[in-house]
T-cell receptor, first 109, second 114 residues
Framework: QKEVEQDPGPLSVPEGAIVSLNCTYS??????FMWYRQYSRKGPELLMY??SSGNKEDGRFTAQVDKSSKYISLFIRDSQPSDSATYLC?????????WGAGTKLIIKP | EAEVAQSPRYKITEKSQAVAFWCDPI?????LYWYRQILGQGPELLVQ????????DSQLPKDRFSAERLKGVDSTLKIQPAELGDSAMYLC????????????FGEGSRLTVL
């Protein structure tokens, strides 16, 4: 079993829909949780960064961490075609960053 | 805006040949990472440098891969000899420190081994 599980998709939704992307993990020592966005043939870029449990909002994006369930989510409101990308979750403790496999998201105009 | 520079962007080589990738991190970033990303998978750490010292190379296939960061600035990743299974995207990233924090990635070097 991988330390971080993420559905690879693809997830295809119409423009304007609310998108929910999720990761589960097994290591209760993880404290820092990140979402990176990766466009095709590009390197990942940091989208959201949260510490411990709770919610964090940035524009159309909301990151949610539930440490009791070992579950993190990224919500995208009013999704746009430009949001089409692969979304990678990552988390760490002791300076080791563990990555999910990424979910490919397609927003249809 | 400061960026992580990588070259070449694309490399096609035949198996058993030698390949080298170069990375120039954001100025002032002490920590440099080389990742390998196979299509449809998350990045896999190959080696992490703190300044010029290797702090983690536990996943680096040392029989064929080598990495150096001689002056603690730019870095080179070498594969010799290349194998078919090495076909992947090689990503370089940098960060201010070694602790939890944002990693800044370059655009990657796409390797195809024939």
């Amino acid at each position: 079993q991988k330390e971080v599980e993420q559905d690879p998709g693809p997830l295809s939704v119409p423009e304007g829909a609310i998108v929910s992307l999720n990761c589960t993990y097994s290591n209760s020592a993880f404290q820092y949780f990140m979402w990176y966005r990766q466009y095709s043939r590009k390197g990942p870029e940091l989208l959201m960064y949260t510490y411990s449990s709770g919610n964090k909002e940035d524009g159309r994006f909301t990151a949610q961490v539930d440490k009791s369930s070992k579950y993190i989510s990224l919500f995208i409101r009013d999704s746009q075609p430009s949001d089409s990308a692969t979304y990678l979750c990552a988390m760490n403790s002791n300076y080791q960053l563990i990555w999910g496999a990424g979910t490919k998201l397609i927003i249809k105009p | 805006e400061a960026e992580v520079a990588q070259s070449p962007r694309y490399k096609i080589t035949e198996k058993s040949q030698a390949v080298a990738f170069w990375c120039d991190p954001i100025s002032g970033h002490a920590t440099l990472y080389w990742y390998r990303q196979i299509l449809g998978q998350g990045p896999e750490l190959l080696v992490q440098f703190q300044d010029e010292s290797v702090v983690d190379d536990s996943q680096l296939p040392k029989d064929r891969f080598s990495a150096e960061r001689l002056k603690g600035v730019d870095s080179t990743l070498k594969i010799q000899p290349a194998e078919l299974g090495d076909s992947a995207m090689y990503l370089c990233a940098s960060s201010l420190g070694a602790g939890p924090g944002e990693l800044f990635f370059g655009e990657g070097s796409r390797l195809t081994v024939l």
